[in-house]
């Protein structure tokens, strides 16, 4: 499929969706959110897609903020739909995505950039990053996920201090934080995107998928975290995964997994 604001890019099992409005700092409108749904339900259905790295074009930024012009016209019900809406269509489906999504951040990530980094299960940076929600400047706060997936990363204390003064931070600051896994030079942020995504994908694809369900069921106030490892941990023992693992343990040798 065509996009007008993605570049879509397959290394192997990669698959990258890069965000190509360079010119814009690669702000997210209305048509790239819908733009990235589509692109990560075909990846999240493609046999031959083992994990997504997500990066931003250029080196200015990953992602610096939502397209502010849009919200001009909105009242309360357009605020409320818009923020459902992504929500739903993008920062919860990376979430809860059955793969491996990782947040390639380069220069910044502000605002709805942040937020979509927060929503990868991974991220790393490179040294030029600086990330930030600076929403309250605007009259407004994070509305995709920012209050809660900030709060989860770095505790509530720095949380709120990062939303009500809307300051950035830098790269190495966010990986004290625990906000990224890690901080490499620009050179090197793909290639240490690309490693770390190779190991995941070298392991039980059923059981990658399990645990980030697992995972994030502990994080949501409606969901027993440990029922849900309990059945997925059970579930994986259906799996002809868990038969090649336990074989190749046994002879000795590196597992070749199906995802079956």
Do not use: W
Request: proline share 2%; glycine share 12%.
């Amino acid at each position: 499929m065509s996009f007008q604001n993605l570049l879509i890019e397959n290394k192997g099992r990669i698959q990258y969706i890069i965000i190509n409005r360079e010119s814009k700092l690669n702000a997210l409108n209305k048509d790239t959110l819908a733009e990235l749904h589509t692109a990560l339900s075909d990846a999240f259905c493609n046999s031959a897609v083992g994990g997504i790295i997500i990066t931003g074009a250029g080196q200015k930024a990953f992602v610096a903020g939502a397209d502010i012009a849009e919200f001009a016209g909105l009242d309360v019900a357009g605020g409320h739909a818009l923020a459902r809406h992504g929500h739903h269509s993008v920062f919860d489906f990376i979430e809860n995505g059955n793969k491996p999504v990782v947040a390639a951040v380069n220069g910044f990530a502000l605002g709805g950039g942040l937020e979509l980094a927060m929503a990868c299960h991974i991220r790393i940076a490179s040294g030029n990053a600086k990330m930030g929600l600076p929403e309250v400047t605007l009259g407004l706060i994070p509305g995709y996920g920012g209050t809660q997936r900030l709060t989860q990363l770095v505790g509530k204390g720095k949380a709120l201090e990062m939303i009500m003064t809307a300051d950035m931070i830098t790269a190495e600051e966010a990986h004290r934080l625990g906000l990224v896994n890690a901080v490499v030079g620009q050179e090197e942020l793909l290639p240490k995107a690309e490693d770390l995504l190779n190991k995941i994908l070298s392991r039980a694809p059923l059981a990658v998928a399990a645990a980030i369900k697992a995972i994030n069921a502990g994080l949501h106030n409606d969901q027993d975290g440990y029922e849900i490892e309990i059945e997925e941990f059970g579930n994986c023992f259906g799996t002809e995964d868990f038969k090649e693992g336990v074989l190749a343990f046994l002879e000795k040798r590196k597992p070749a997994f199906k995802g079956i």
